[in-house]
T-cell receptor, first 111, second 117 residues
């Protein structure tokens, strides 16, 4: 699986838009980009997955440039409940294989 | 939506005892389940892949005789930590892969926190 690099931590305030960037320079042609969210003492939760360009769902948006060597998870108007660790995963059919989690980004949202 | 449960949610045991953790897919069948372990402030690490009706596949460094996995049905996998020691204290998380359809998402359980005294 392609190695990923994310910031260790980020701070934000309620109502702000948060963008978390993940670098994956060695992404392969058949790799997808998937983001998971993990609250303290809970299992990870799937947020969004994409292959190229932009993907949007009710929770977040995922921006992937043409070279696919990075991706940005965008959380609109965060609230305190968005405080969590966010993991970027890259790999083929990542849903159907055991997942390799990197260190993730610890997002702290303050009032 | 697909739900995976784990039981117990937390357990405290004495050193040397065995602890069984259950992982259940509540509304779907899962031929394959994965077991992960997460130490404080660290990421999830895959321990083993559990396949219904066959032996589990363990990651390098994970002792199969210490972490016994049984996947006896399409909705249940169990992880037994045998002769637990304080260093086994961790957060154990399972995930389940829906058997049918083209589901590309695996679903995680809420985790089980184990504290060995």
């Amino acid at each position: 699986l392609a190695k990923t690099t994310q910031p260790i931590s980020m701070d934000s305030y309620e109502g702000q838009e948060v963008n978390i960037t993940c670098s994956h320079n060695n992404i392969a042609t058949n790799d997808y980009i998937t983001w998971y969210q993990q609250f303290p003492s809970q299992g990870p939760r799937f947020i969004i997955q994409g292959y190229k360009t932009k993907v949007t769902n009710e929770v977040a948006s995922l921006f992937i440039p043409a070279d696919r060597k990075s991706s940005t998870l965008s959380l609109p108007r965060v609230s305190l409940s968005d405080t969590a660790v966010y993991y970027c995963l890259v790999g083929p059919d990542t849903g159907r294989r055991a997942l390799t989690f990197g260190s993730g980004t610890r997002l702290q949202v303050q009032p | 939506g697909a739900v995976v449960s784990q039981h117990p949610s937390w357990v405290i045991c004495k050193s040397g005892t065995s602890v069984k953790i259950e992982c259940r897919s509540l509304d779907f069948q899962a031929t394959t389940m994965f077991w992960y372990r997460q130490f404080p402030k660290q990421s999830l690490m895959l321990m083993a892949t559990s396949n219904e009706g066959s032996k589990a596949t363990y990651e390098q460094g994970v002792e199969k005789d210490k972490f016994l996995i049984n996947h006896a049905s399409l909705t249940l996998s169990t992880l037994t930590v045998t002769s637990a020691h304080p260093e086994d204290s961790s957060f154990y998380i399972c995930s389940a892969l829906p058997t049918s359809g083209n589901e590309e998402t695996q679903y995680f359980g809420p985790g089980t926190r184990l504290l060995v005294l």
